[in-house]
Nanobody, 120 residues
Framework: DVQLQASGGGLVQAGGSLRLSCAAS????????IGWFRQAPGKAREGVSC????????YYADSVKGRFTISRDKNKNTVTLQMNSLEPEDTGVYYC?????????????WGQGTQVTVSS
């Protein structure tokens, strides 16, 4: 079974940075597309970023372009999301998920989420 473990969340002031990690087991992290999503209280879950497989093409929500960077570490079997210039609007629970087709469209397996709180 595919298992994902998201980590790296925390409390940070606006303008600060956090680095989230999604550790994959049961698959090689470069076999599937892996995406990051977030959900703020009272809001719907939204896609933040995704890295395709096998070509490594990346996608970002307009709201995070230029501030967030997704990357894959094949040796550690992890995908990281570097988040810079954080804003209070980035607050939420961040989840990672895998798409077995590699397309960043059909996410079947989800991690448990990590809380990100950005104070103003």
């Amino acid at each position: 079974d595919v298992q994902l473990q998201a980590s790296g969340g925390g409390l940070v002031q606006a303008g600060g940075s956090l680095r989230l990690s999604c550790a994959a087991s049961g698959i090689g992290s470069d076999e599937y597309a892996i995406g990051w999503f977030r959900q703020a209280p009272g809001k719907a879950r939204e896609g933040v970023s995704c890295i395709q497989s096998p070509d490594g093409r990346t996608y970002y929500a307009d709201s995070v372009k230029g501030r967030f960077t997704i990357s894959r570490d094949k040796n550690k079997n992890t995908v990281t999301l570097q988040m810079n210039s954080l804003e209070p609007e980035d607050t939420g629970v961040y989840y990672c998920a895998t798409d077995e087709l590699g397309t960043c469209r059909y996410f079947a397996s989800w991690g448990q989420g990590t809380q990100v709180t950005v104070s103003s």
